[in-house]
């Protein structure tokens, strides 16, 4: 077995998820490369990070959101594409189980004409206005450092799985909101303004023809980590909650009058995607799996010379969408997407 030497950038609540899917890959998954992390360190430029390590030639598996904004993320993938390395972008929500199971049927025209696609993602842990900005622990709430607030970070999440679902984004309406307009900074001790939204709403439609709502905000009392989508097309709806990761809840309207209804699809079995690599049917698996089938995507990838998405390219796409729904959102106006 070849090994792959991992040099991991940034050692938080992040950092944990990927070295445990660093370290498990291999007891899992049949793969001809075995991961091997080698050193850690942080930082949170992904865009000189990413460049530095193209030119030396390495392979790069980049944290979400690819960038700060559009114009950074189109400077990385000219990188990343000049210097031909493998590349991918941490988006694992599309490889729990159950989402990966959704795109299968939707690839498979069950649900047929899409008509509407709805996502959230709700927390509340910003709320007290006593949270201080910046420094290690909350970085997310400097604009200097995190870019935006819950569009980037949490909306991004929503905002590609949508587009793996769904195709491209043509044009967005939003508006954002900064609840608390100034808080103490941690580096530098100074009551300072407040850059990023704390909350960020947007109405899209998609190029076929569907039309779709989004919701984040860090200021929904009682949700930690609410993530939400349902799909309604002409023959089916999918719903998925990141609370039930495991399951899948399917309505297909051709079904006999009389059972028609909302079914429960327990996404553990081994013909589900990925659940042949873990236990039984009937038991479970979790977030932190999500990272190890990515590492194990980017791998075979390796192996098959077919690389993996979301690719850094795909990352710019959800750039380009946060970008136009921050535009949107100063300006009052529709903006259409870059592509």
């Not at 990188?79 to 049927?105: D, H």
Request: hydrophobic letters at 40%; aromatic letters at 10%; a positive charge.
């Amino acid at each position: 077995m070849k090994t792959l030497n991992v040099g991991m950038i940034g050692y938080g609540f992040m950092g944990r998820a990927h070295a445990n899917a660093f370290r498990r890959v291999g007891n899992f998954f049949d793969l001809e490369f075995q991961p091997i992390l080698k050193a850690a360190c942080p930082n949170d430029l992904h865009k000189e990070i990413a460049i530095a390590a193209a030119q030396a030639g390495k392979m790069i598996l980049c944290e979400k959101p690819l960038s700060m904004d559009g114009k950074e993320g189109l400077q990385m993938v000219r990188a990343i594409e000049k210097a031909g390395v493998p590349n991918m972008v941490y988006y694992n929500y599309r490889r729990i189980p159950a989402v990966t199971l959704a795109k299968q049927l939707i690839d498979e025209g069950r649900l047929g004409r899409i008509f509407h696609y709805r996502a959230k993602f709700l927390q509340d842990w910003t709320i007290s206005k006593d949270l201080p900005q910046g420094g290690t622990g909350l970085w997310r709430l400097d604009a200097k450092v995190a870019g935006s607030g819950v569009t980037g970070d949490l909306l991004a999440h929503c905002i590609d799985t949508a587009l793996w679902l769904n195709g491209p984004m043509e044009k967005v309406t939003a508006m954002t909101e900064t609840f608390i307009k100034q808080r103490k900074h941690t580096l530098t001790g100074k009551v300072e303004a407040v850059g990023i939204d704390d909350a960020s709403l947007f109405l899209a439609r998609f190029a076929n023809g569907s039309l779709a709502n989004f919701e984040a905000t860090r200021y929904a009392r009682g949700h930690k980590a609410l993530y939400t989508l349902e799909i309604n097309g002409e023959n089916a709806s999918i719903c998925w909650d990141l609370h039930d990761l495991h399951r899948l809840q399917f309505f297909d309207h051709r079904d006999e009058g009389r059972l028609r209804g909302w079914r429960s699809i327990h996404v553990t079995d081994s013909d589900h995607p990925y659940m042949s690599k873990w236990w039984v049917p009937g038991l479970q698996i979790g977030y932190e799996h999500s990272f190890v089938h990515q590492v194990a995507d980017f791998i075979e990838g390796l192996q098959s010379g077919k690389p993996a998405a979301p690719t850094f390219r795909d990352g710019l796409a959800t750039d380009y969408v946060t970008d136009a729904v921050l535009k949107s959102a100063k300006s009052g106006r529709w903006v259409t997407v870059q592509r």
